[in-house]
């Protein structure tokens, strides 16, 4: 009976963190991917003439958690601000997002 416990509530664990997945994927695709790409690589027209930087570089990758969490609510540069546009689970679903373009 425990280890049925254990494994129900691994699976569930599990699922919660596919659809939170999912989620930050489909809020960059609607949110982000306009200027930064499909993949985060900045390869759109918009991405190219504002110099984006790929989301998957060293550059972008060796930001902590928290500057990439400030720039995505604050804005950067010409890029505008999500904060009162997102929730905060949205931008660190963002956030984790990012990471997961890492090359």
Excluded: W
Aim: with cysteine; aromatic share 4%.
């Amino acid at each position: 009976m425990k280890i049925t416990t254990v494994v129900l509530i691994a699976c569930l664990a599990l699922a919660g963190s596919a659809f939170a997945a999912d989620d930050a994927a489909a809020t960059f695709k609607a949110k982000c991917a306009m200027c930064h790409g499909a993949t985060g690589a900045g390869d759109t027209g918009m991405g190219k003439s504002m110099g984006i930087k790929d989301l998957g570089s060293a550059a972008v990758q060796g930001k902590s958690d928290a500057d990439l969490t400030t720039i995505i609510a604050k804005g950067q540069g010409k890029m505008p601000a999500y904060s009162g546009k997102l929730s905060d689970a949205d931008i660190t679903g963002l956030v984790k997002y990012i990471r997961s373009l890492k090359k």
